[in-house]
């Protein structure tokens, strides 16, 4: 079993790993065939940006709070659930995101990219799609751009719809809307090139985050998924994260 052991610095995920290493050994993650994160979603996340350029598939068992990327954690047998895990590819969001010193930024999305006002007073910001302004101000505390894994986080709580991961579309979610107050956001397809130009920025700074990668006082984000990079994850076929997804939609 070429797999390496990666935790999260918390004492679960320190205890988690040193009882994996001892059962199967250690390799280094720039040496394995696939890497075993131990932690919550939030290192998973950092677990598939850290170890982007090797390009293998990722396993996750949950040591953290949160849990919805992970599979269960259970030492024993572990190379024969890494045999028979179910791969999922996942395609992120590319952000290129304009300072005010008219800098530009590039980062990738797995679950959202994110525009949110910095200052006490509310952003306002036009939204162009495909080169057509479809809402020319959103006055309020942002809007964020999820992907079908991303949509069962920070769009959720934002009021955003729960995409199933082959429905082919992206969310397009308002953060506490002032104006327009019906405003819910859209579904829009995933080849969709969206474009956020902040108004008023000198007075109504605005930052923009992809994953945990923000930028401060932008002018313009554009976003786009990307095919020419992807994210390989492994699950458990008994709890699959297609299957997770769908569940999310008929929780209470």
Known sequence: MK??????????????????????????????????????????????HRYLERRVPIFGMHRGTVGFLMNGYDPERLPERLARAQSVALYPL???????RREEHRALAINEVSLLRQTRQAAKIRIRVDGVTRLDELSGDGVLVATPVGS????????????PLGAGVLA?????????????????????????????????????????????????????????????????PEHNLEERVYKEQFSS
């Open 152 to 163: 069962t986080a920070y769009n959720f709580s934002a009021h955003g719809p729960i995409i």
């Open 94 to 100: 590319e952000m290129i995101a304009t300072d005010v």
């Open 3 to 48: 797999a390496a052991f990666v935790a999260a610095d918390t004492p679960a995920g320190r205890q988690a790993r040193d009882d994996l290493v001892r059962r199967y050994g250690e390799i280094p993650p720039e040496q394995a065939e696939m890497i075993v994160a131990l932690g919550g979603d939030g290192f998973m996340l950092e677990t598939l």
């Open 172 to 236: 397009l979610t308002p953060i506490s809307a002032f104006r327009p107050r019906r405003w819910r956001g859209a579904l829009l397809p995933h080849g969709s090139k969206i474009v956020f130009e902040v108004l008023d920025w000198e007075k109504r700074s605005v930052s923009a985050t992809a994953d945990y990668t923000e930028i401060r006082d932008v002018c313009t984000v554009a976003v786009r998924e990307t095919r020419d990079v992807s994210f390989t994850l492994l699950f458990d």
